[in-house]
């Protein structure tokens, strides 16, 4: 899971409720992303930043929000406008290198959100 | 519609024996090919990569991976299978044009068994 974190590892929320996801790296990374996993189907792309104060939708942004206030940090927060937040939230980073664009994406060790 | 398909849910294999992991992709161009591995409640840890060169590309503990063009396959390969291998494969694709930022494109994922 090298140098990017997530917290928390697990995190309950009631209905109604706005809760936010933390990513952090230390990687020097410019771009960073959001992934939901659930079972049976690979990652889907929530919202990625390839820079500081930018960043764009994915394949599935409705009912999440995120800001990208500094390179190290990317937070998700999962609004009451997601109807269904139960799933496994994965964090990852890239860099740029020269010729390739961005190079491999590595991921956190991920938040598990089970709405109550 | 660019996709990646993983078609075993599950591969099933004897401690000591080969094991393959199938991969085929449907995107235009030439893309950049991905395994990662997922072990219970963690990230996705990187394996390697195909980006050009030689058909044949190794990576971490003992996997290897063939890039077959004409069958738009990666294939996830190891000679001598462990225990310890056990956990969740995804293989993903980078499109050559990929809307501007490093967009990955997941299969769903294959687990795989590996039997004492």
């Known amino acids: 899971d090298g140098g990017i974190t997530q917290s928390p590892k697990y995190l309950f929320r009631k209905e109604g409720q706005n809760v936010t996801l933390s990513c952090e790296q230390n990687l020097n990374h410019d771009a960073m992303y959001w992934y939901r996993q659930d079972p049976g189907q690979g990652l889907r792309l929530i919202y990625y930043s390839q820079i500081v104060n930018d960043f764009q939708k994915g394949d599935i942004a409705e009912g999440y929000s995120v800001s990208r206030e500094k390179k190290e940090s990317f937070p998700l927060t999962v609004t009451s406008a997601q109807k269904n937040p139960t799933a496994f939230y994965l964090c990852?980073?890239?860099?740029?290198?020269?010729?390739?664009?961005?190079?491999?994406?590595?991921f956190g060790p991920g938040t598990r959100l089970t709405v109550l | 519609a660019q996709s990646v398909a993983q078609p075993e849910d599950q591969v099933n294999v004897a401690e000591g024996n080969p094991l393959t992991v199938k991969c085929t992709y449907s995107?235009?161009?030439?893309?950049?090919l991905f395994w990662y591995v997922q072990y219970p409640n963690r990230g996705l840890q990187f394996l390697l990569k195909y980006i050009t060169g030689d058909n044949l590309v190794k990576g971490s503990y003992g996997f290897e991976a063939e890039f077959n063009k004409s069958q738009t396959s990666f294939h996830l390969k190891k000679p001598s299978a462990l225990v310890s291998d056990s956990a969740l494969y995804f293989c993903a694709v980078r499109p050559l044009f990929s809307g501007g930022y490093n967009k990955l494109i997941f299969g769903a994922g294959t687990r795989l068994a590996v039997h004492p």
């Open positions: 990852a980073s890239s860099s740029r290198t020269s010729g390739d664009g961005y190079d491999t994406q590595y």
């Open positions: 995107v235009s161009g030439n893309p950049y």
